[in-house]
């Protein structure tokens, strides 16, 4: 190998040292600025994670204190529903205060206003409430306690041919100075609504026997009455004269005055807004009228007689 040869050989190896040194001191920048770059990311992810450490530690709290106020209003909350309970039995025993108040009567008669007559006999035809309960009346302030019980698609062997309507004595506050057995005549009354006065009109007396007209020991004595008070095929005909306005009407007329019989049409038919006093003027006034034509009537024939026999 001559010296010029081995000269070039020598430069070219230079050469290429030189340029693989260039590359791998481009090599070695590229990646000296990708570890800059992943120490500049690994920075940032730590400020990130740091701050999502503190965030989370801030909702940690946020939440403990959440659950705190929940537990607080929880305990409120177990604390005052046995007042609400209370509360709403209040209510309601104020509801059917005002409501018993509303109707109350002290003359020993009650008229007794139904509405929503439809649904009323739809829920006892479906056994959901067979029966309703008029609200409680009296015979005077210190008097007996009373109401009216009504079977709108009937009881026992009438159900589902006749209404049914009894009376039921109530425990009352002056029961221990009444007289027992209960033995007054009850009357109740159906309302013709047309203004024909054709009232459906059935009475009965107590059967003093029975523990349903004996002093009261419970709140309510069973109930007595008429199973058959009228027929269900007339009072569910289309416009009939006892339902309008899907309203009925029901007296119901406890006769501690022993009003003759031929009396208790006339004192049906009488207004029933009048006032009481009025009701009571007109009929001792009727029945004077009826006492004093009936006199007359007896006594014309026995005149008659008289007559006859001094013409003989």
Known sequence: MTADQSMEDELAQRINLSEEMKKCTEALSILDQ????LMSDNVRIASEFQRNEHSIQSMSGDIQQLKLSIDEKESFLAKIAPDQQIIQENLTKIKEYILTTEYTSYDGTLTWRIPDVSDKMADAQSERQTSIY???FYS?????KMRARLYLHGDGNARRTHMSLFFVLMKGKYDAVLKFPFNYKVTFVLYDQSGQNRHVIDSFRPDTKSNSFQRPQSDMNIASGIPKFFPLPMIQQD???YVKDDTMFIKILVDFADLPKMMLP???GLNP?????VQQHLIRQELGKRTQAGASIVSF???AASNTTNCA
């Open 301 to 303: 024939p026995a005149a």
């Open 266 to 268: 006339f004192a049906i």
């Open 134 to 136: 008029s609200p409680p």
């Open 34 to 37: 990708g570890v800059k770059t």
């Open 273 to 277: 807004g009048l006032p009481l006093h």
């Open 239 to 241: 416009n009939n004269n």
């Open 140 to 144: 005077s302030s210190t008097g007996y």
